[in-house]
């Protein structure tokens, strides 16, 4: 048996096969999603957060959503920006760990609260002991990283956006 190669043209395959690319089909929505996203890293940057607990926060809540895309990318930008391969490794398993300072482990806390959406009592729990540790500005800030990253998860979920093999 030969397998037969797919159509190079997308538009010639089963349409139920194709991957519809939201980003590509609505190019608008897209760009004022990532403006959204822009705003709320320059609102965690002015609130002090720093690049290294911003894409922390970024693989944490990709880990918990299951997007490989926004992993691959968000992985890449932490050990850029010099996150260690020991706390990425462990990072599913933060609160078992001494790795992570207070404020990591506040603002983690409160990013898995708000991407699980838990009940309202263990929302109300996980926000006051987010607050313990984070400024009304760091608060809103984590959440809003929250909130964005989440919308490029399911964006890129949807999409079945496909991760290139890294060369070298």
Known sequence: MTETAAPQNPQQQNPEQRNVFLDKAHPAAWRALNGLGL???EAATDAGLD???IELLNVRISQINGCAYCL???VGDAVKNGESAQRLAVLPAWRDTTLFSEKERAALTLAE???TISDAQA???EGAQARRHLTADEFSAVSWLAITMNAFNRVSIVSQHPIREARG
């Open 123 to 125: 929302r109300d729990h």
């Open 39 to 41: 705003k709320a890293k």
């Open 51 to 53: 690049e290294t607990l």
């Open 113 to 115: 609260a708000i991407t």
């Open 72 to 74: 691959d990318m968000h």
